[in-house]
């Protein structure tokens, strides 16, 4: 089956300035000022692959399931984003929300799944919702449909808490 075609490939990461700027929540949490974002942004701690040293990127909660103790996060950079390509070979990682860290393991979500999870997103933040898809490049109306045809396309990652008892 084909995909519809996209009006281009995701952005790419950004560099200089904006990359200081876009890295800016990292810093208020290395400083312990993370539970300023409340629930909306996490820190993931993994691994470089190349390198093999550990590295930090703050990335916005799509939902958090606390019963399950799950957290949704997207990749807007596609599946070129360091951190996902990572995370692909080491799925093992720790988050930071707030002040607390939790030992999580990363589970990549389908593409169906993720048109639900974006469609449930934008119901809960509409307008961020309608600016992460035009900054993606996706054409959306607003429409549930629309939202969920780019969440199908929008690679997302389910981290979940590691049980006390099976931390090793």
């Known amino acids: 089956m084909r995909r519809p075609p996209r009006l281009r490939d995701h952005p ?11 890295r800016l929540p990292l810093l208020l949490f290395r400083i312990g000022l993370g539970p300023v974002f409340g629930k909306r942004l996490l820190v993931l ?18 939902t958090h399931d606390r019963g399950r103790g799950t957290w949704t996060v997207a990749s807007g950079f596609g599946v070129r984003a360091q951190w996902y390509r990572n995370l692909r070979h080491i799925p093992k990682v720790t988050i930071q929300v707030g002040r607390t860290f939790y030992p ?13 999870i974006m469609a449930e997103y934008a119901a809960r933040h509409p307008r961020a919702a309608l600016a992460l898809c035009r900054y993606l490049a ?31």
């Open 12 to 22: 790419a990461p950004p560099t200089g300035w904006k990359r200081r700027i876009a």
């Open 45 to 62: 701690q993994h691994t470089g692959l190349v390198s093999g040293e550990t590295r930090e990127v703050c990335l916005e909660v799509v």
């Open 104 to 116: 999580v393991n990363a589970h990549f979500v389908s593409p169906d799944d993720g048109a639900s």
């Open 138 to 168: 996706f054409d959306v109306d607003g429409t549930d449909e629309a939202f969920r045809r780019a969440g199908a396309e929008i690679p997302f990652v389910r981290l979940e808490e590691v049980p006390p008892r099976q931390i090793a």
